[in-house]
């Protein structure tokens, strides 16, 4: 069965402009709203403390922005991405840091000032206060959380132990949300104030419920996903055939990925993040993955019938976002699983796939590469070997000018290791390719 046939977008805006729009529009509403309470609402007890309070209530509306942007909204996720999302919350994690250590210095120095004594015993004093002890204690988590997530400290860790640290930050935003409701000043300011912010804690946990928990869990118990086969494609590389309860009813598009968990096979910590390698037909789903880990390595080893849980379908990285006629899609190594889904779908258009791959024989789903775009009449470039064995960089813009002349005036889609992908950003910026016709993701969780 052929993917239902998709059309090339004609509006003359782009979807995920239209996401990036409705983000700056909530957040910037939501500063002016923060900024006028906190106008209306009077100064401190000294200069110091006013401005304490100004960065305190910015501290509130970035927790809250952070919650948002790692609650998966399918709106959201469909039309920018995971990744970019993890990127924009990475960015806003560390400005929270700040704003966090300034708000709480500020606090200190303003009792200090006012009770003319040491910041040291003043910092002492404001621990023995129940509402400044859980501004504290949230302060200490969003330090700690922020320590691990440098860059230094982060490859250092296994992933499963960087999240597991990682999910204290519910805890910080737990305790915060405490401290203001108990900083009585912020939440009764006026009825306006206390109505507003608790709409806008209310909807922020409510999206990160809806989005991590309960769609989740529903989804499983309605279509009671399971494992229908499992076929090695080559020495390393298998594919896993999950069937369940009426499938035409999952919002899944050709390019999204999934994250997948197999009961009795690892973990339930241990997630892996794999793209769908078929186009989603209503009747089942397949991933393709390489053993390059402990969780990818068993997947031959899973018993046919057993359960599966099912994370999504996630991500950007389909034809949604095609706005050319033409299309190029690069691939490289077990990269191809996405753009062999896509070519699945009755894209209009020509079809160009340049495939990166050692050799032909571990050119993962080849055959079925090639009878697809036989199909739909496209060209396959399998660009094999060496990076240095020719002299000639295969994703160059002179090489990729070459195989591709008019590549300028398509659409074009990148999925592969990540020095591969790049290099063909690299490359394709060189050749002035422009940046809205060029679509990459990278699949991971963080």
């Not at 939501?30 to 501290?59: C, P, Q, R, W």
């Not at 046919?304 to 990285?317: D, H, I, L, N, Q």
């Not at 813009?397 to 659409?411: F, K, S």
Request: glycine residues 8%; proline residues 4%; contains cysteine.
């Amino acid at each position: 069965m052929v993917a239902e046939s998709r059309t090339v977008r004609t509006g003359t805006v782009r979807p995920v402009d239209a996401a990036r729009w409705a983000m700056w529009a909530f957040v910037l509403v939501n500063v002016v709203i923060v900024e006028v309470l906190f106008a209306s609402a009077g100064s401190g007890k000294n200069e110091v403390l006013t401005v304490a309070k100004f960065f305190g209530l910015h501290a509130a509306l970035l927790m809250l922005l952070q919650l948002l942007l790692v609650a998966r909204l399918p709106w959201l996720d469909r039309r920018i991405g995971m990744d970019r999302l993890t990127v924009w919350h990475r960015w806003v994690g560390f400005t929270l840091l700040w704003t966090v250590l300034t708000h709480a210095t500020l606090v200190v120095l303003g009792y200090a000032t006012l009770d003319d004594t040491s910041m040291a015993k003043t910092f002492v004093a404001l621990s023995g206060v129940p509402a400044s002890l859980l501004g504290m204690l949230a302060a200490a988590v969003i330090v700690t959380i922020a320590t691990i997530s440098t860059r230094s400290v982060r490859r250092r860790l296994r992933y499963e132990v960087w999240h597991g640290l990682h999910l204290l930050l519910y805890v910080a935003l737990g305790l915060a949300f405490v401290h203001q409701l108990e900083e009585t000043t912020t939440f009764t300011s006026s009825a306006f104030a206390t109505a507003y912010w608790w709409i806008l804690w209310l909807f922020a946990f409510g999206a990160l419920l809806t989005g991590r928990l309960v769609v989740p869990l529903w989804r499983n118990a309605y279509h009671r996903f399971s494992v229908a086969a499992v076929v090695p494609e080559s020495h390393d590389v298998v594919s896993v055939y999950v069937t369940g309860r009426h499938l035409d009813k999952l919002p899944a598009r050709a390019g999204q990925f999934c994250i997948w968990r197999f009961p009795g096979h690892n973990n339930w910590w241990l997630a892996n993040p794999f793209s769908l390698s078929a186009a989603p037909d209503g009747r089942g789903l397949r991933l393709t993955a390489k053993a390059v880990g402990s969780a990818s390595a068993g997947l031959r080893d899973l018993p046919v019938g057993s359960r599966a849980f099912v994370e999504g379908p996630y991500g950007a990285f389909t034809s949604l976002h095609r706005s050319r006629p033409g299309v190029l899609l690069i691939a490289g190594g077990v990269g191809i699983t996405p753009v062999r889904a896509m070519l699945e779908e009755q894209v209009s258009g020509d079809v160009v796939v340049l495939y990166r791959a050692r050799s032909e024989d571990d050119a993962v789903l080849l055959n079925e590469v090639r009878r697809l775009l036989a199909l739909r009449g496209g060209r396959l470039h399998l660009l094999t070997g060496r990076t240095g064995e020719t002299g000639v960089p295969p994703f160059g813009p002179g090489n990729l000018h070459q195989l591709v002349p008019d590549i300028t005036t398509r659409d074009v889609y990148v999925c592969g290791p990540p020095a591969m992908t790049a290099a063909v950003l690299t490359g394709l910026r060189d050749l002035r390719v422009p940046a809205r016709q060029v679509h990459a993701e990278k699949f991971g969780l963080a």
